[in-house]
C-alpha cells in the first residue's frame, strides 16, 4: 500500500468509532507495566484510536498528549479520558503541536503502520527529552494454523480474494523486517507478549469489520465477506494474540 493512500484509509474508522473501541482487544498489563517504572512519565501517543493504550497509561499515573487525525475516534478518546491527565490533538502525528524535548517517551499502539515513517520519526525524535525511547507495537495473530484461520482463509478466497492479504496485514500487523529504522534512534530492540483473546464468531465478524481492509468494501461485499466467515467459522475458537513491540 503505497504512502499516498495510507492517510485516506486511515480515516476510515471514524464512522465505525464506537464499534472499534468495543470490539478491538486491548493489550497486556505488562507491556504498560514495563513503559511505566517508576516517576511521572510523560508519553506522546501516535494514533491514539478510541485510546486503548491511552487510558492504560493515564492511569498507571502518566501524562498523556494523545494525537489522532479522525475526529470521530478523537471524541471517543476525549469522552474516555476527560477525568485523566489527557490531553488530545486532532492531527495527524506528523503534523502535531508539542515543546521540543518536552517528553519521555513515545508510543504508538497498532498504529505506526499508519505515520510516514521518515516525517514521524523526526517529530518523535524532536519531542523526547535527551534518552528518550520511541516504542511501537501491534497485535498479530499468535497461530494461523488453526482450525478458525482455516475457516477465515476459506471464506476469503471464496467471496474477495484480493482482500484477503489486507485482511493478513491488519491482523497480522507488522513483521520486525517491515518496521524501518527510525532516523534518530539507534537498531531496534524487541520482546513479544503472549496473551490468548476468546472471540466467538459474533465477536470475531464485529472485530474484523473495523479493519481498513473491510470498510473500503462497499456494503454488499463486506456483507458477503463477513456472512461467508461467520458461516464457516467454529462457533468458539481460542485466538492466540501476540503483541509484538519495538523499543
Not at 65 to 94: H, I, K, Y
Not at 96 to 109: G, H, I, L, M, R
Request: glycine content about 8%; overall charge negative.
Amino acid at each position: 500500500m503505497s504512502e499516498d493512500v495510507r492517510p485516506e484509509r486511515g480515516l476510515t474508522f471514524g464512522r465505525v468509532a464506537e464499534d472499534y473501541d468495543r470490539a478491538r482487544p486491548g493489550y497486556p498489563a505488562e507491556l504498560y507495566a514495563d513503559i511505566v517504572s517508576g516517576g511521572r512519565l510523560r508519553v506522546l501517543e501516535a494514533g491514539a484510536g478510541t485510546g486503548k493504550a491511552t487510558v492504560a497509561l493515564a492511569e498507571l499515573g502518566a501524562s498523556v498528549v494523545a494525537v489522532e487525525p479522525d475526529s470521530g475516534m478523537a471524541e471517543v478518546v476525549r469522552r474516555r479520558t476527560e477525568n485523566l491527565d489527557v490531553e488530545v490533538q486532532v492531527a495527524r502525528f506528523e503534523e502535531c503541536v508539542v515543546e521540543p524535548a518536552s517528553f519521555d517517551v513515545v508510543v504508538a499502539a497498532q498504529a505506526w503502520h499508519w505515520v510516514n515513517h521518515e516525517r514521524g520519526a523526526a517529530v518523535a525524535a524532536r519531542a523526547l527529552v535527551p534518552g528518550g525511547a520511541l516504542r511501537l507495537w501491534w497485535n498479530m495473530p499468535g497461530d494461523l494454523d488453526g482450525p478458525a484461520w482455516d475457516a477465515v482463509r476459506a471464506a476469503y478466497d471464496a467471496t474477495e480474494p484480493e482482500a484477503a492479504p489486507l485482511l493478513a496485514r491488519s491482523l497480522g500487523a507488522q513483521s520486525e523486517s517491515s518496521v524501518p529504522p527510525a532516523d534518530g534512534f539507534g537498531p531496534w530492540s524487541s520482546s513479544t507478549y503472549r496473551w490468548v483473546q476468546r472471540y466467538t464468531a459474533d465477536e470475531f465478524c464485529a472485530m474484523a469489520a473495523t479493519y481498513s481492509s473491510h470498510l473500503i468494501l462497499d456494503d454488499t461485499q463486506r456483507d458477503e465477506v463477513l456472512n461467508a466467515v461467520h458461516r464457516r467459522s467454529p462457533s468458539t475458537d481460542t485466538w492466540t494474540i501476540t503483541t509484538s513491540p519495538r523499543w
